[in-house]
C-alpha cells in the first residue's frame, strides 16, 4: 500500500514538473540581483500587462506597463517605477 502511494506521489511530481517546464519554456525570462523573472507579455486596450513569478521563491507578479511607467503588485507589495529602470535586467 505504501509503494503505490509513493508511486503515485513520484508520477503526480513528475507529471507537476514537467507541465511547469514546458509552461516556463513558452514564457519570456529574465535575472536580476539573483532572482530569475519567468512571464508572459500581454496586449490590452490600456497597455501592456506583464505577469510571472519571480523565483527561487515563486512569489507572483501582475505589472502594468502605459505612458513609460510599470505599476502593479509584486509579491503582494506595491510597485512603481520608470521602464528605464527596468532595462538593465539580464536576459538569461
Known sequence: ML???FVAGVVSAT???AAYAEDAASKQRFTHEGY???YQVKDT???KVI???????AVAFNLAV???KVSGTSGGQQVA?????ARGAASE
Not at 505577469?51 to 521563491?57: A, E, L, T
Not at 517605477?81 to 529602470?85: C, G, L, P, R
Open 3 to 5: 509503494s503505490k502511494l
Open 45 to 47: 486596450k490600456t497597455g
Open 36 to 38: 530569475t523573472y519567468v
Open 66 to 68: 502605459k505612458n513609460g
Open 81 to 85: 517605477f520608470k521602464v528605464e529602470e
Open 51 to 57: 505577469s510571472g513569478r519571480r523565483f527561487p521563491d
Open 15 to 17: 507529471v507537476a514538473t
